[in-house]
């Protein structure tokens, strides 16, 4: 994968014009440097509004805003962590959907695994119960978003593994790119697990030059990792949380 389209995938404001250059669809949001600006910007936006840090993990530096007191706290926060904060119009409540998916260096591109959030936005993905593969699309909306996510890994020409979030509405075919994340990340090794696919082998041997047909599946043994998983199963992930790391928790 090109460093450029790093870049272009972790900084939110490169990123938005990138999406929209394929007629695809981001939350309406603002790219902001200072506390002011996020101020201004929520104004524009409407209020509620999530406020995220650009170049972090794991939802570092990012939270809902029901007011300016509260994007105030969380954008300082934000602010200390990163230097470009991005203001997005507030999609609680929609579904989250990820895909998994791979492209190598001749342009042949599958997708691996789709996984649906069973809490809606809001709740941070690693926080959250996923199912895989989902449950609640119809075949429309699950190819949809599938072709949507072909579509955006070839454009940002990514080589390799690559995760796309999307948030979906519940009452319709709406949906826009959460953010796409360019590399090996917590969810391709849910979906590893779930597929049996070797994703981070895989994605090593792609940064090698060699080709999806060339690599053999060694897990099946038999096929090759051109082939897409399909699943006659369910795979729940439910969050564990470390009860030792927190204080006064009653473990009863």
Known sequence: T?????IETEDRKIFAERINEINE???PSEAV????EAIDAAKRLGYPVMARAAFSL?????GFAKNQDELETIAQQALAHSNQLIIDKSLKGW????????????DNCIT??????????????????VVAPSQTLSNKEYNMLRT?????IRHFGVVGECNIQYALNPFSEQYYIIEVNARLSRSSALASKATGYPLAYVAAKLALGISLPEIKNSVTGVTTACFEPSLDYCVVKIPRWDLAKFARVCKN
């Open 112 to 129: 691996v695994c789709n996984m649906e959030n069973l809490d809606p936005l809001g709740i941070h993905t690693g926080e959250s119960i």
């Open 25 to 27: 669809k981001v939350a």
């Open 148 to 152: 949507t996510a072909i579509k955006v």
């Open 2 to 6: 090109p460093i450029q389209s790093i």
């Open 95 to 106: 579904k989250e959907v990820e895909y998994e998916v791979v492209r190598d260096a001749y």
């Open 58 to 62: 794991g939802g570092l530096g990012s």
């Open 33 to 36: 440097y200072s506390l002011q």
